[in-house]
């Protein structure tokens, strides 16, 4: 069973860097040529695809960001991450870390992580 | 990018009710949707993809219809673990986008 798990720091200033990072374990990240995405969760509100990364470092981020995003994947370590720079407080949000499926030519998000909060705020 | 307009955004039903959320499209996605069961303080859940296909372990009062523009989830017998807020997803172009969501309450 695939479980992922998201950390890094819980406040950010606005301006900084919001940088988190997902663990994956049950299974090799490399494995299954899948992709793994980051989604996130205003409180109170809707879904927001940021992006997705393949383990050989192929990337599709959502252009309606306004901070600028990089991922990046050491499958050394079976981690994923995410860097959102020149945070504002509109970026405050549940941040989760996920992994898209492959299903039969369909690629739906069968593994989620918990989540995790992150505060954009001085 | 791809809209999806859910509708209703919030709808009131007893246990044993049928529930249907529409989910539409602004652009023709074929069967490359999705839907996903949230609850408070959880990550969302999949229980449908491919429009119409169960995901493994899903109970079987769920189904999805549709194709091009329209969708449905339909619960056929609504249980009281099925109150939850419901999400669809599109899976045909990136970025890839959410409907607004559906939050099913209990009359």
């Known amino acids: 069973q695939v479980q992922l798990q998201e950390s890094g720091p819980g406040l950010v200033k606005p301006s900084q860097t919001l940088s988190l990072t997902c663990t994956v374990s049950?299974?090799?990240?490399?494995?299954?040529?899948?992709?793994w995405t980051w989604i996130r969760q205003p409180a109170g509100k809707g879904l927001e695809w940021i992006g997705r990364?393949?383990?050989?470092?192929?990337?599709n981020s959502n252009p309606s960001l306004k901070s600028p995003v990089t991922m990046s994947v050491d499958t050394s370590k079976n981690q994923f991450s995410l860097r959102l720079s020149s945070v504002t407080a509109a970026d405050t949000a549940v941040y989760f870390c996920?992994?898209?499926?492959?299903?039969?030519?369909?690629?739906?998000?069968?593994?989620w992580g918990q989540g995790t909060l992150v505060t954009v705020s001085a | 990018d791809i809209q999806l307009t859910q509708s209703p955004s919030f709808l009131s039903a007893s246990v044993g009710d049928r529930v249907t959320i529409t989910c539409r499209a602004s652009?023709?996605?074929?069967?490359?949707l999705a839907w996903y069961q949230q609850k408070p303080g959880k990550a969302p859940n999949l229980l449908i993809y491919?429009?119409?296909s169960l995901q493994n372990g899903v109970p079987s009062r769920f189904s999805g219809s549709g194709s091009g523009t329209e969708f449905t989830l339909t619960i056929s017998s609504l249980q009281p673990e099925d109150f939850a807020t419901y999400y669809c997803?599109?899976?045909?172009?990136?970025?890839?986008?959410f409907g607004g969501g559906t939050k099913v309450e209990i009359k």
């Open positions: 491919a429009a119409s």
């Open positions: 990364i393949s383990t050989s470092g192929n990337t």
């Open positions: 652009q023709g996605i074929a069967s490359f």
């Open positions: 049950g299974g090799s990240i490399s494995s299954g040529n899948y992709y």
């Open positions: 996920a992994r898209e499926g492959r299903k039969n030519g369909y690629n739906p998000i069968d593994y």
């Open positions: 997803q599109q899976l045909n172009s990136y970025p890839l986008t």
